[in-house]
């Protein structure tokens, strides 16, 4: 299941769920299949959502092609944060487990036609659910200036987001700028060469991506949703991979793992809130795992339990 999308941590997220056999678990985020397979494959029951119905058509295939998966999987076009009525549509009320493995797959960043490389030379696109309106052509053609500023320098943490938007929109004034190509190059000679961090573009087309998306909205929300659907005892797991989307992770869990979290400056508790998992760490990828998917090395594992 690996030709679609390489699995990330994916072992690790395995013992991190302690998958049992006819437990069902929660894929929010179903990419090739890599995770939601390897459920099948130790005999548990898998629910699983994209945005992208390539990815479920992918996975849907290989999962056919198992006959021992026959009636142990349901796979939904959806946002994982629409979980609860992805489950309430099913008559499902409670899950042994949770995986998210949040950001792009391998398949909508080397699918050139997607647009999601700086390296690639394909149409501006970027959006994961080829439903939606929005695309990358948009945010970079018609967002102003200071919007362009904004969304760079926010979802990129790119200190050079104002040069950056200028240039996009003086460049766009003689056409619209189209190609994967045109941009990279673009920002490339905006941004001082790297030392380290990689392409001179990865930031930005990292932040028009999120904003395409609208991946970060709503990410604490979901992961309260799903700890609420959660037997006790049953895991949730969530893959990471830039600090903006690792900071809300850690923040939502640690809150969730806290029995008080009024303002310290009160003398008594008012706001009655009880933890209701506790923390089991987070897990970067090993070496080796490394070695043969650089694209892994970025990634944070942070796991809780139900209490």
């Known amino acids: 299941m690996s030709e679609y999308h390489v699995p990330v941590l994916l072992n690790e997220c395995m013992e991190a769920l ?52 026959n009636g142990r999987y349901t796979l939904v076009k959806d946002n994982f944060k629409n979980v609860l009525n992805v ?8 899950l042994d487990g949770a995986l998210l ?16 490389s700086y390296s690639g030379d394909g149409v501006i696109d970027m959006r994961m659910d080829r439903d939606q309106m929005l695309s990358a052509m948009t945010v970079v053609n018609e967002y102003s ?10 979802y990129g943490e790119e200190r050079f987001a104002r040069k950056i938007a200028k240039r996009i929109v003086e460049t766009r004034k003689n056409a619209p700028i189209e190609t994967t190509r045109e941009l990279a190059d673009l920002i490339k000679a905006c941004v001082p060469p790297q030392k380290k961090g990689g392409h001179p573009a990865k930031r930005t ?6 904003e395409v998306n609208n991946e970060l909205s709503g990410l604490g929300e979901a992961i309260c949703d799903l700890v609420s659907v959660l037997r006790s005892g049953a895991r949730i797991a969530v893959i990471s991979f830039h600090s903006l989307e690792d900071r809300i992770v850690k923040q939502t869990l ?17 706001c009655h809130h009880k933890a209701s998992v506790k923390l089991l760490g987070k897990t970067k990828p090993s070496e080796a795992e490394i070695a043969a998917n650089p694209r892994a090395q970025s990634a944070t594992l942070r796991v809780a339990e139900k209490l």
């Open 18 to 69: 302690a998958i049992t056999p006819e437990k069902l678990y929660f894929d929010g985020t179903l990419g090739g299949g890599g995770h939601s397979g390897e459920i099948l494959r130790r005999g548990g029951r898998v629910i699983a959502t994209d945005r992208d119905i390539e990815a479920i058509d992918c996975a849907r295939g290989k999962f056919l092609a198992v006959s021992a998966y």
């Open 87 to 94: 489950l309430k549509d099913r008559e499902i009320s409670a």
């Open 101 to 116: 493995d949040l950001g792009s797959s391998s398949h909508q960043v080397d699918e050139d036609s997607r647009g999601f």
């Open 145 to 154: 200036e200071e919007e362009l500023s904004r969304v760079i320098y926010t």
């Open 205 to 210: 087309f990292q932040a028009i991506r999120i």
């Open 254 to 270: 640690k809150t969730l793992a806290t029995d008080c979290i009024c303002d310290k400056s009160l003398p008594v508790c008012v």
